[in-house]
């Protein structure tokens, strides 16, 4: 069983992201249909995105291109910057 931190397990975090996708959708004056036909996603996925957050991952970043939110996915699992070794190039330890 895998355990979760203090943060969000996945399905509160489907449901966060399913939630805040509807509302960009609505800000942006568009219809379920009319964001399906753009992103090429069928309507029965978008609508089962937006009720229960459950969509394959290529369908989510063909609807985040639609909606002007892809730099929000480039920045998922980005490795950490390995600022140790930076620092090793500018020691002084070569003195």
């Known amino acids: 069983m895998i355990k979760y ?11 966060i992201i399913a939630s805040n996708h509807k509302k960009i959708r609505k800000q942006q004056g568009l219809t379920q ?4 036909i753009r992103a090429g996603v069928s309507l029965g996925s978008l609508k089962r995105f937006e009720r229960t957050g459950q969509i394959s991952l290529e369908a ?4 985040a291109a639609c909606l002007n939110r892809m730099e929000e996915f480039e920045m998922l ?18 003195r």
Do not use: V
């Open 5 to 15: 931190g203090i943060g969000h397990n996945p399905t509160d975090l489907q449901e």
């Open 33 to 36: 249909e009319e964001l399906a």
């Open 60 to 63: 989510l970043l063909k609807l």
């Open 77 to 94: 699992f980005r490795p950490l910057e390995n600022y140790k070794a930076i620092e090793k190039l500018f020691s002084d330890n070569k």
